[in-house]
């Protein structure tokens, strides 16, 4: 079993910027390829971004160029950094991290609210 918990969202305005991050419980960490997913009100959870237990990276097209995620395996956490807030990146922000069916593990999530 791994634990996720993330942090670092809020209440932020347009163009703004916030940093999420998720720390994991265990020292595996490094097996598995990390992800930040979002559901907003409404929607299905959507994958925003991944980044492999080798360093590549996968992004939604609409948050390409705002948002970097990134690892430190020394510190079994992942980060979201996201700049150019729009409205529509409102939602609830989840961690995953995942190795096979059988070993998928999702955070409590964070709320992150654009708005003015």
């Known amino acids: 079993q791994v634990q996720l918990v993330e942090s670092g969202g809020g209440l932020v305005q347009p163009g703004g910027s916030l940093r999420l991050s998720c720390v994991a419980s265990?020292?595996?960490?490094?097996?598995?390829?990390m992800g930040w997913y979002r559901q907003a009100p409404g929607k299905q959870r959507e994958k925003v971004a991944t980044i492999s237990t080798g360093g590549s990276l996968n992004y939604v097209e609409s948050v390409k160029g705002r948002f970097t995620i990134s690892r430190d395996n020394a510190k079994n956490t992942v980060y979201l950094q996201m700049n150019t807030l729009k409205p529509e990146d409102t939602a609830v922000y989840y961690c995953?991290?995942?190795?096979?069916?059988?070993?998928?593990?999702w955070g409590q999530g964070t709320q992150v609210t654009v708005s003015s």
């Open positions: 265990r020292s595996i960490f490094q097996m598995y390829t």
């Open positions: 995953n991290a995942y190795y096979n069916e059988n070993y998928d593990f």
